[in-house]
């Protein structure tokens, strides 16, 4: 088996069989090699593009999550048919409320719409620009532009559609059925003053401008800044309802040292999906790409 060897390209080579497997074999194997792959291969597969990222150029790159997307969309849609319909369903509603621009276009229109929201209240202004008088005082730039332009100077904003599959392994994990509406997820990350992180505050008003965007949805918020994760990641995350299609929208607030913590720490996704599908994985995976830690 691929776990078995310190040869990377074998897990590689197993992915494409698989893949080619759950297009090919009847319903009771494709069963058998879906259950496999959600709980052996794509975990395994996300670590190997995490920490192989730097040694793929951008086509392989993409190649690869391709490949891992295709994967995990076949297994679940083997798996829970019915639900992953249900899914695919929310996903094309999402990718409608996006619209054709894609989601560039979508999150450069929520960053304005931030950032008018906060220059238009002066205490999310005064929480955003926490040193304000200080930068005043140092910086005649700062007295010439407007305060919308310079709240989104200080936004990068992030959309994005997740895929059926990825809506689908939310809700079971959960056991929550509604977190199969959740296919549409924006990431706000909050720049500080020159090289300095940003200050709490900062989150704190961003988080309190997301009405601009939709309903919250108080009962899903959860505060991982003054409560971090036992794997040291912190963000703010919010659920927004938009009154308009219905759609559940959610979003992480951070700011950009939590960001690389989350992206390159301890705190990384594809360490987290390893672990929380199989605690077995983790030994098989140090040993298959001992580069992970």
């Known amino acids: 088996a691929a776990v078995e060897t310190t040869d990377a390209r074998a897990l590689v080579a197993e992915l494409a069989t698989t893949a080619v497997a759950l297009r090919r074999l009847d319903p009771l194997r494709r069963k058998r090699v879906a259950l496999q792959a959600v709980h052996v291969h794509l975990p395994l597969g996300e670590l190997l593009g995490d920490t ?6 951008p086509p392989q790159q993409v190649a690869f999550r391709a490949l891992l997307d295709d994967i995990e969309d076949r297994s679940y849609a083997t798996l829970f048919p019915e639900s992953y319909a249900h899914a695919k369903r929310n996903v094309a509603k999402a990718a409608a409320a996006v619209g054709p621009a894609g989601p560039e ?7 304005a719409s931030l950032s008018e929201t906060i220059a238009s209240c002066d205490i999310l202004l005064s929480k955003f620009f926490p040193e304000d008088s200080k930068a005043l005082t140092l910086s005649e ?16 904003v992030e959309a994005r559609v997740k895929t059926a599959a990825s809506a689908l392994r939310k809700m079971l994990g959960s056991a929550n059925t509604k977190a199969v509406r ?6 706000v990350i909050v720049l500080g003053q020159l090289n300095e992180d940003a200050a709490h505050s900062s989150l704190y008003a961003v988080r309190d401008a997301l009405h601009c965007l939709g309903n919250e949805l108080k009962h899903r918020s ?16 919010s659920t927004l309802l938009r009154p308009l ?28 999906k390893v672990d929380r599908r199989d605690p077995l994985l983790r030994g098989a995976a140090q040993k298959l790409l001992p580069a992970a830690d």
Do not use: I
């Open 52 to 57: 192989q990222a730097k040694s793929l150029s």
């Open 105 to 111: 276009a979508f999150a450069a229109s929520c960053r």
């Open 141 to 156: 730039t700062a007295l010439v532009l407007p305060p919308a332009v310079r709240v989104e100077r200080r936004l990068v």
């Open 182 to 187: 959740d296919v549409l997820g924006l990431r």
């Open 222 to 237: 959860k505060d991982y800044v003054q409560n971090p994760k036992a794997s040291g990641y912190r963000s703010l995350h």
């Open 245 to 272: 299609d219905g759609l559940l929208v959610e979003v992480q607030v951070r700011s950009r040292d939590m960001h690389w913590h989350a992206t390159f720490g301890d705190a990384a996704h594809a360490k987290y």
